[in-house]
């Protein structure tokens, strides 16, 4: 028998417990594992969870450091994952800076919850490279 499928950890970063609750329950139905942080802050602190972590969902607009913000700490890292940003006040400049940053995609709220999927799906059938 062959190894079983590496899990991945998919941290979603957002400072409204019901779109960290729902995502994480979305994802873990369709069998990703996941961690939550309600700020960019609680991300960073947990070092042993972010060398882990595969993908990050990150909201634009949080309480503290900003999404873009942490999205910069990310990059200092060896290996950063790769970025989905996700707004519920997004217009096509902050999706442009989110790209042009280095996302791999920019959703609006509420989320299409098919192309979060295949956006996620896409990322990790590619290693966690690639842009939308």
Known sequence: MGQPPRIAI????????????????????????????????????DSARLASVVLAIVDVKLKGASGFELFTHLLQLPAPPPVIFISGHG???????????????????????????????RILAAGGEGRA
Do not use: C, W
Not at 11 to 39: K, M, P
Not at 93 to 119: N, S, Y
């Open 10 to 45: 998919i941290a979603i970063v957002d400072d409204e417990r019901a779109v960290r609750s729902g995502l994480s329950n979305l994802l873990q139905s369709v069998g990703y594992e996941t961690d939550t942080f309600d700020s960019a802050e609680a991300f960073l602190r």
């Open 91 to 121: 217009d096509e400049v902050m999706h442009q800076q989110a790209i042009e940053l280095g996302a791999v995609a920019f959703l609006r709220k509420p989320l299409d919850v098919d192309m979060l999927l295949e956006h996620i799906e």
